[in-house]
């Protein structure tokens, strides 16, 4: 059973930084497209990034563009978000996802496997 686990979340001043990974288990990790997504309180989950299983390409909600990095290694089964200049709006917890076969990388229903998340928060 492929499981994903979340570590990196804490509390940060707007305009800094924190680093997301991800660890996926019981599975081989090339096989899978991963994201990321996030959930606000009192609003729905959305989609921050997601990158390809081989050839690395990316993909970015316009909200973070320019901010944040997705990053893969499939020889240590992890990702990465790399989130700078963090504003109080990116305060949600944050979950990995994983997708066998992506239909639409940014829809919640294209990914088999997520998660617990991990809370990040930003302060103004």
């Known amino acids: 059973q492929v499981q994903l686990v979340e570590s990196g979340g804490g509390l940060v001043q707007a305009g800094g930084s924190l680093r997301l990974s991800c660890i996926l288990s019981g599975g081989t990790f090339s096989d899978y497209a991963m994201g990321w997504f996030r959930q606000a309180p009192g609003k729905e989950r959305e989609f921050v990034a997601a990158?390809?299983?081989?050839?690395?390409?990316?993909y970015y909600a316009d909200s973070v563009k320019g901010r944040f990095t997705i990053s893969r290694d499939n020889a240590k089964d992890t990702i990465d978000l790399q989130m700078d200049s963090l504003k109080p709006e990116d305060t949600a917890v944050y979950y990995c996802?994983?997708?066998?076969?992506?239909?639409?990388?940014?829809?919640?229903?294209?990914?088999?496997?997520w998660g617990q998340g991990t809370q990040v928060t930003v302060s103004s």
């Open positions: 996802a994983a997708a066998r076969w992506w239909s639409a990388f940014s829809k919640q229903y294209s990914y088999d496997y």
């Open positions: 990158i390809t299983r081989n050839d690395g390409r990316t």
